[in-house]
């Protein structure tokens, strides 16, 4: 079958078939990182993310140092989504002719930056020629405490879905940077610039969420939010109801869809790369999870909750329940391959 039929999800699946675990290998592929044993008490959280000049990134709009900061936000992003802290990175640079050694200064300002931000020490990489555009791969290792990681397998029915932050900013940053001619005041065209260019990891709250033993399953927003509960709704088992009303949505991305004349719904729901933390409680956790993220001035919103697998995903507005689709990011399904 062609690449774009299959998709990358069960292009995934199809090399997961192919991978027995090994000694030690608590979650292999399938999860936001890879969960190995450490001994004492401790896992190691394993990941990689590429960024790829014209899929991922314009070097029109971005700056390299917004790629250094992204290319390592991302990664951390995913350790985060585990409840764990990232202290290790790795990173293999694929430079084209014509770049400078100015440009890789500036790249690696945005990376020390972030690293800084995160306390993750760079410990290795690879440094090689790309016969087209930069590709930056990244691969950030990290720890917990082997019974506080949360997997995206375990939600359960009735379980509330929260989700930290706002949604949508990202995506109208990418909007913008792509028609640059939307009139839109300039205070929000930089605020939604940042929020794609340079994604924070939610490291803090993950910790914190994961402290608590009260999260059941979590993922981080990168493809969508769609497609990401639809993550959580496949590995667990189960499906779920999204209320429209609830979904955060800061003004500065109401303002923006005003001007760029579009549903701010679509950003939200399938525009992706918010790297907010999207997970599960029971309900009778709910408050106490509530009131440990205002302790620590993260906000937070329930979203929706976890139904029976047969109910699927749905999208409710209003008296209104529609399905909802997993529209967001994907690297092949319905591309002209
Ligand atoms: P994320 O968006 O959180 O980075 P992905 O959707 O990229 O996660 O990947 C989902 C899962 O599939 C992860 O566990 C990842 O490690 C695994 N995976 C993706 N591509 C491959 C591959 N080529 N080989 C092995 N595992 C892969
Ligand atoms: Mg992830």
Not at 84 to 113: C, H, I, K, N, T
Not at 150 to 173: E, M
Not at 225 to 244: F, K, N, Q, R, W
Request: proline content about 5%.
């Amino acid at each position: 079958m062609d690449l774009n039929k299959l998709g990358e999800f069960d292009l995934i699946d199809l090399i997961a078939q192919r991978t027995p675990g090994g000694p030690g290998v608590l979650r292999g592929i399938g999860d936001d990182a890879a969960v190995l044993n450490a001994g004492n008490g401790q896992v190691c959280l394993w990941t990689v993310d590429t960024l790829l000049e014209g899929i991922h990134f314009d070097l029109a709009y971005y700056g390299p140092d917004d790629l250094g900061v992204k290319s390592l936000a991302v990664n951390v992003s995913d350790i985060a989504a585990m409840g764990g802290r990232p202290l290790y990175a790795l990173l293999s640079l694929g430079l084209p002719s014509g770049v400078r050694e100015d440009q890789v200064r500036l790249f690696m300002a945005g990376w020390d930056e972030t690293a800084r931000a995160y306390n993750v020490s760079l410990v290795g990489g690879d440094t090689v020629y790309s016969p087209q555009g930069w590709t930056v791969t990244v691969t950030v290792m990290g720890t917990c405490p082997k019974d506080r990681v949360v997997y995206r397998a375990g939600a359960r029915v009735g379980d509330f879905i929260y989700v930290t932050g706002n949604l949508g900013s990202s995506a109208a940053g990418l909007y913008l940077l792509q028609h640059p001619a939307i009139t839109c005041p300039e205070h929000v065209r930089l605020a939604v610039r940042q929020a794609h260019l340079r994604p924070v990891a939610r490291v803090t709250a993950a910790v914190s969420l994961a402290e608590s033993r009260l999260v059941t399953a979590m993922i981080d927003i990168s493809d969508g939010l769609s497609s990401d509960v639809g993550h959580i709704c496949t590995a667990s088992g189960v499906g779920c109801e999204i209320y429209a009303s609830h979904l955060p949505v800061s003004e500065t991305v109401r303002e923006c869809a005003r001007y760029a004349q579009v549903d701010p719904l679509e950003w939200v729901l399938n525009g992706g790369e918010d790297y907010e933390l999207l997970f599960t409680v029971r309900p009778d956790a709910a408050q106490e999870i509530e009131e440990r993220l205002a302790v620590i001035g993260e906000q937070v919103s329930c979203i929706g909750r976890i139904t029976p697998l047969g109910d699927g995903m749905r999208l409710v507005k209003g008296d209104d329940k529609t399905p909802l689709l997993p529209r967001g990011y994907d690297h092949f399904k319905g591309r002209g391959l």
